[in-house]
């Protein structure tokens, strides 16, 4: 295996208690080599305090709560170049800062030497994690399986995203079992989430409608699974049920933009576009650059018959999503009452190529 290719003979070569990395007295560098540190005995009077290596942890962590990665990152590496980079927990700091930094390679790397020093459970899902983030999925699905057979009991986190590495690779029907798996492990909205979207894809939209229902009554607080289900709802045009799971979603997160988009498209398509105007207005102080936002924007003056204030809204969709395909067919509907028949053709002709299946 990739993390672990080392074999425990080398591992203990390198971390074996009675060898002690000794340090020299300071002496001008040579232009020619390198210093390095000097392997010696234990009797070494230089030998390093195994309590001076773990001693600044709890700083490390303090700027890392904090959010002061560069401070951190610097820090690290001083004690890191005192202690030949003996330090777990600061490595593993130091993995955690890059990764979300978007350095994924810095960071596999340093998760690695993670798993060198100790081969956790905690460590191997950095490590597979990392892996998924680059698109690896089969070795991180590997290394996720090392982490399950190293661990004692089934370990929700684990099953998640073993699931999610075969979602990403189209395996779906081992992604349904592994996801099922980790929902009786723990009803996580994230794995109903998951499996639903799995169903999705497969085009089985009754399955994909009672996973998010089953979901949502284990977690009635999840924003997220009320808007699926109320989606869900809404595309086999049960309104009544779609902006009840809309208006649940918005109680517990007045703010979570896709339950507000959702239950504003629900009033347009009742033709009450001044309420659905007022609250488009919450979007787009959060979200100004959603080419959705102003798609439906410019279709509620289009409703109001106000075409040039419609094109306008679908212009600046377009500019944001050119491939959009319902955006297009908007800017050709409003051109056609305009009756801009050339500009209308342009943009039928443009949706056509994207998408043929919609040309009657």
């Known amino acids: 295996m990739e993390l672990l290719a080392r074999t425990s003979k080398d591992f203990w070569k390198v971390f074996n208690p009675d060898i002690i990395i000794a340090s020299s007295k300071a002496t001008a560098p040579s232009t020619t080599t390198t210093s390095v540190p000097t392997v010696q005995s234990k009797?070494?009077?230089?030998?390093?305090?195994?309590?001076?290596?773990?001693?600044?942890?709890?700083?490390?962590?303090v700027m890392y709560a904090r959010g002061e990665f560069e401070p951190?990152?610097?820090?690290?590496?001083?004690?890191?170049?005192?202690?030949?980079?003996?330090?777990?927990?600061?490595?593993?700091?130091?993995?955690?800062?890059?990764?979300q930094e978007g350095s994924i390679n810095e960071a596999l790397d340093l998760f690695q030497t993670c798993v060198l020093m100790s081969p956790t459970v905690s460590n191997i899902k950095q490590v597979g994690k990392?892996?998924?983030?680059?698109?690896?999925?089969?070795?991180?699905?590997?290394?996720?399986?090392?982490?399950?057979?190293?661990?004692n009991e089934q370990d929700w986190e684990v099953l998640h995203n073993l699931g999610l590495c075969h979602m990403n690779?189209?395996?779906?029907?081992?992604?349904?079992?592994?996801?099922?798996?980790?929902?009786?492990?723990?009803?996580?909205?994230?794995?109903?989430?998951?499996?639903?979207?799995?169903?999705?894809?497969?085009?089985?939209?009754d399955e994909a409608e009672k996973i998010y229902e089953k979901g949502a009554k284990k977690n009635l607080e999840s924003p997220h699974l009320s808007t699926r289900l109320g989606l869900m709802a809404f595309e086999n045009k049960n309104y009544q049920k779609a902006f009840e799971c809309f208006g649940n979603a918005l109680t517990f997160s007045p703010t979570y933009i896709p339950a507000i988009m959702a239950a504003c498209q629900v009033i347009q398509k009742h033709?009450?576009?001044?309420?659905?105007?007022?609250?488009y207005r919450i979007i787009y102080a959060k979200k100004p650059e959603s080419p959705q936002l102003w798609n439906n924007v410019g279709m509620c003056f289009f409703s109001k018959k106000k075409y040039v204030a419609a094109v306008s809204c679908l212009k600046r969709a377009n500019y944001l999503a050119p491939f959009e395909l319902y955006v297009l067919y908007n800017l050709a509907?409003?051109?056609?009452?305009?009756?801009?028949?050339?500009?209308?053709s342009i943009f039928l002709q443009s949706a056509l190529r994207i998408d043929k299946k919609h040309a009657q």
Request: glycine letters at 4%; one cysteine or more; a positive charge.
């Open 43 to 61: 009797a070494s009077k230089w030998s390093i305090d195994p309590s001076t290596i773990e001693k600044y942890n709890w700083l490390v962590h």
């Open 72 to 99: 951190c990152k610097q820090f690290i590496r001083n004690q890191q170049t005192k202690t030949y980079n003996l330090c777990e927990y600061m490595t593993y700091v130091q993995a955690l800062i890059y990764r």
């Open 130 to 151: 990392s892996l998924a983030l680059l698109g690896r999925y089969r070795a991180a699905i590997d290394a996720y399986k090392e982490a399950a057979t190293r661990s």
């Open 169 to 205: 690779m189209q395996e779906y029907l081992a992604a349904k079992q592994i996801l099922q798996q980790a929902i009786n492990v723990s009803d996580q909205e994230s794995s109903y989430l998951a499996l639903g979207k799995i169903y999705q894809l497969e085009g089985d939209k």
């Open 271 to 279: 033709g009450d576009c001044d309420v659905a105007l007022s609250k």
């Open 333 to 344: 509907l409003v051109h056609i009452h305009l009756q801009q028949y050339a500009s209308s």
